[in-house]
């Protein structure tokens, strides 16, 4: 095993892990590489990368290893069957999934002798190796500082959340619960304006500034929910739910799907139901915390 600490296996070369390679490669170090498609691999090894033959021989190349797998169930099925060669490994794990399925990853980890960081990219792999991207990491702080030097040829910024290994999986799925919401509002949008004879283009300046406007409720609206304060001082749920409407029969008038707007009012018609018409729309948070 090399103890370089320039040196690193990557296991996993779809798009992201193909770009963290390169990123690596692109700093000097050795790169030991395996893919369960060996062809994905090619590009990387004319640039100097070395590919294992064997998951067991990726693992016993470097101590640092990072795993670029879609999810745990597939670091599971590669891993599992060379769990021999995982004693004395940093697996950094960046595939998505759950933070209790990241706490049971960990577990699995130790068990076998290795340690795992849990990692949560929030950039696509265009990204890769940007010094203004960022990774979110969680686990034992040591293995963080120890490698930190290579987490940051991945992306230039990282941030290490606390020794539970959950938190990085948390962090990314809040990012995740908040985006695609936002992009199908996009295209609810696109859509809409489609049936209406209008390109994206013609509505992307508005729809930039509706976007760009929403960091200023998110700041207003924390201080007053950590507070627990809905009070109906500047919007009410009331208010909130007529204009939901409004893009419901909107979209329908428009004959697009109206399946995005119908969630969204039933969201509001059960926060009347509970009698706060006359309270913030913030109070919802509330009733999307206990359903």
Same mark, same amino acid.
């Given at each position: 095993?090399?103890?370089?600490?320039?040196?690193?296996?990557?296991?996993?070369?779809?798009?992201?892990?193909?770009?963290?390679?390169?990123?690596?490669?692109?700093?000097?170090?050795? *790169?030991?590489?395996?893919?369960?498609?060996?062809?994905?691999?090619?590009?990387?090894?004319?640039?100097?990368?070395?590919?294992?033959?064997?998951?067991?021989?990726?693992?016993?190349?470097?101590?640092?290893?990072?795993?670029?797998?879609?999810?745990?169930?597939?670091?599971?099925?590669?891993?599992?069957?060379?769990?021999?060669?995982?004693?004395?490994?940093?697996? *950094?794990?960046?595939?998505?999934? #759950?933070?209790?399925?990241?706490?049971?990853?960990?577990?699995?980890?130790?068990?076998?002798?290795?340690?795992?960081?849990?990692?949560?990219?929030?950039?696509?792999?265009?990204?890769?190796?940007?010094?203004?991207?960022?990774?979110?990491?969680?686990?034992?702080?040591?293995? &963080?500082?120890?490698?930190?030097?290579?987490?940051?040829?991945? #992306?230039?910024?990282?941030?290490?959340?606390?020794?539970?290994?959950?938190?990085?999986?948390?962090?990314?799925?809040?990012?995740? *619960?908040?985006?695609?919401?936002?992009?199908?509002?996009?295209?609810?949008? *696109?859509?809409?304006?489609?049936?209406?004879?209008?390109?994206?283009?013609?509505?992307?300046?508005?729809?930039?500034?509706?976007?760009?406007?929403?960091?200023?409720? &998110?700041?207003?609206?924390?201080?007053?929910?950590?507070?627990?304060?809905?009070?109906?001082?500047?919007? %009410?749920?009331?208010?909130?739910?007529?204009?939901?409407?409004?893009?419901?029969?909107?979209?329908?008038?428009?004959?697009?799907?109206? #399946?995005?707007?119908?969630?969204?009012?039933?969201?509001?018609? %059960?926060?009347?139901?509970?009698? %706060?018409?006359?309270?913030? &729309?913030?109070?919802?948070?509330?009733?999307?915390?206990?359903?």
């Amino acid at each position: 095993m090399s103890d370089t600490r320039q040196s690193v296996t990557v296991i996993g070369l779809g798009p992201m892990g193909r770009a963290m390679t390169g990123a690596f490669l692109d700093h000097g170090y050795e *790169v030991t590489v395996w893919n369960r498609t060996v062809s994905r691999a090619d590009a990387l090894v004319a640039r100097g990368a070395v590919l294992a033959p064997t998951v067991e021989e990726a693992l016993a190349s470097h101590e640092l290893v990072v795993l670029s797998l879609t999810d745990h169930d597939a670091v599971y099925a590669v891993l599992g069957p060379a769990e021999a060669a995982l004693t004395g490994r940093s697996l *950094v794990n960046l595939g998505s999934d #759950t933070p209790e399925k990241a706490r049971a990853m960990a577990r699995w980890a130790a068990e076998r002798g290795a340690v795992q960081l849990t990692g949560g990219v929030t950039v696509p792999p265009s990204g890769i190796g940007r010094a203004e991207s960022s990774v979110f990491y969680s686990g034992p702080r040591q293995v &963080f500082d120890r490698h930190r030097p290579a987490l940051e040829v991945i #992306t230039g910024r990282t941030d290490h959340l606390g020794e539970d290994p959950g938190l990085a999986a948390l962090m990314y799925q809040i990012g995740m *619960v908040m985006f695609w919401p936002a992009m199908l509002g996009y295209w609810q949008a *696109v859509a809409l304006a489609g049936a209406n004879g209008l390109k994206a283009a013609d509505i992307l300046p508005h729809a930039v500034e509706t976007a760009n406007s929403l960091p200023d409720f &998110f700041s207003f609206y924390a201080e007053r929910i950590d507070a627990g304060r809905h009070t109906g001082d500047v919007d %009410r749920l009331a208010m909130g739910m007529a204009s939901a409407e409004h893009v419901l029969h909107t979209s329908a008038d428009a004959e697009v799907s109206t #399946t995005l707007p119908t969630a969204v009012v039933e969201l509001f018609r %059960r926060g009347m139901d509970t009698g %706060r018409a006359a309270d913030s &729309f913030s109070a919802l948070v509330e009733l999307m915390a206990k359903p």
